[in-house]
């Protein structure tokens, strides 16, 4: 049983030492046939093999998942098992809509500051295509007529239960209190685009990634790149979709808001010293981490205030910062959080596109975003990062990561 560390080992820092991602499939394609516990699976396996870590040294299994309805107990646990992690290694599943990856990897990192644990594996995983429609009040009884059926995608993912309303609307909320037009956010929808078209191109992408093998009747299917981008996407293309959400007078369409999409992230985590001890080569300390909550209405707006406090608990300043990845919910949310409030130099956030592009399967989104910082810290031997994601129902989380 390890033992509970003294208030100096408190001081550890913790490492990130492996770092993966499926590829993001687009929603009913290529992925569809994986339950979200496959696909973490697929993710833990190659984040051990990738630093030879046997899967019994493993203490502690955190996941993100939003979409658990019908997907049986316990999704992290049974992406655990699959991966062959020993049974008696606990897991357990963590609910924080789209911050849900990256809250998994604040619970573990935790976790090992308190000594409950040494080596953790945390990440994020999600199908929405796999996500089921059910019948609400099916248990009360119903006499005479037709049952309704509810999306739970939408009623457990993407519907503000304080509100009443879409995700999509409280992006037009920020585009109301922000006076962001549907030009700036077209643009900022094609320019993710073209991040990632050239990202795809130049193979950014094929280090961070791990296959996913698909068996049909008719054989072998092996996915090894994203879905979702459209490299295609022109500015004019974007400028002739309709409002999706508020359809007198909005300006957030299907092709400069974020995906519905299949995938999952995960992260092998130690501190320094037990990283050290296995002559293992950090991908990134964690220098802090915060969660903050917003008005659910502009829910968009969250990673401000979760920023601010994760850069002043690392004490550093916004300019000190090298890369970003801000979730791109929407366009709107986006320039409001990066340009409008946080003033961030553009050419230091979502370099490679962000979710617009490449997509957003919810619970899987807040470690793919730091999967694809940090590799992106590697290749640019930068020092310092940042993620962070607003979060449906008012909230925002952000974590800051450093490499010596």
């Not at 290529?30 to 516990?37: E, F, P, R, V």
């Not at 459209?230 to 299907?254: H, I, M, N, Q, Y």
């Not at 401000?304 to 919910?329: H, M």
Request: proline content about 4%.
């Amino acid at each position: 049983v390890n033992q509970p560390r003294s208030r100096e080992n408190m001081a550890s820092k913790v490492a990130i030492v492996s770092a993966v991602r499926t590829p993001i499939g687009a929603f009913c394609k290529g992925l569809a046939a994986k339950s979200a516990a496959d696909l973490g699976s697929v993710c833990i396996k190659s984040a051990l093999e990738r630093i030879n870590l046997p899967a019994d040294k493993v203490d502690e299994v955190v996941i993100g998942q939003v979409l658990t309805a019908n997907c049986g107990q316990n999704p992290a646990r049974q992406a655990s098992i699959k991966a062959g992690i020993p049974e008696a290694v606990p897991a357990v599943t963590v609910g924080m809509v789209c911050g849900s990856g990256l809250k998994a990897i604040e619970l573990g990192m935790q976790s090992i500051l308190v000594g409950n644990s040494e080596i953790v594996v945390c990440g994020g995983q999600e199908s929405m295509s796999c996500s089921p429609h059910v019948i609400p009040n099916s248990r009360n009884g119903h006499r005479m007529g037709e049952f309704t059926c509810a999306d739970t995608m939408v009623t457990d993912g993407l519907w503000d239960a304080f509100n009443n309303i879409h995700m999509g609307i409280t992006a037009e909320n920020i585009v109301t209190k922000y006076n962001i037009t549907r030009e700036e956010q077209d643009q900022f929808a094609f320019e993710s685009q073209q991040k990632a078209k050239a990202a795809i191109e130049a193979g950014k992408f094929t280090e961070e990634i791990v296959p996913v093998t698909i068996t049909t009747r008719s054989g072998s299917i092996t996915v090894d790149k994203d879905e979702h981008p459209k490299p295609t996407t022109t500015l004019e293309d974007l400028t002739k979709l309709r409002p999706a959400f508020k359809k007198e007078g909005g300006s957030v369409t299907a092709g400069n808001a974020s995906g519905l999409n299949d995938g999952a992230a995960m992260v092998v985590l130690m501190t320094a010293e037990k990283a050290a001890e296995l002559k293992l080569e950090p991908l990134a300390l964690i220098a802090s981490s915060a969660s903050c909550g917003v008005d659910p209405k502009i829910m968009g707006i969250g990673p401000v205030p979760a920023v601010k406090k994760c850069l002043e608990k690392a004490s550093w300043k916004t300019e000190e910062v090298d890369l970003f990845e801000l979730n791109e919910a929407f366009a709107a949310q986006s320039i409001a959080v990066a340009n409008r409030e946080l003033a961030i130099d553009k050419s230091k956030v979502n370099v490679n596109g962000g979710a617009i592009a490449l997509g957003h399967p919810i619970g899987c989104s807040g470690c793919r975003v730091v999967v694809t910082l940090l590799y992106e810290m590697k290749r640019r031997d930068a020092k310092k990062g940042c993620a962070s994601l607003c979060i449906g129902g008012g909230m925002g989380v952000a974590m800051a990561f450093e490499r010596k």
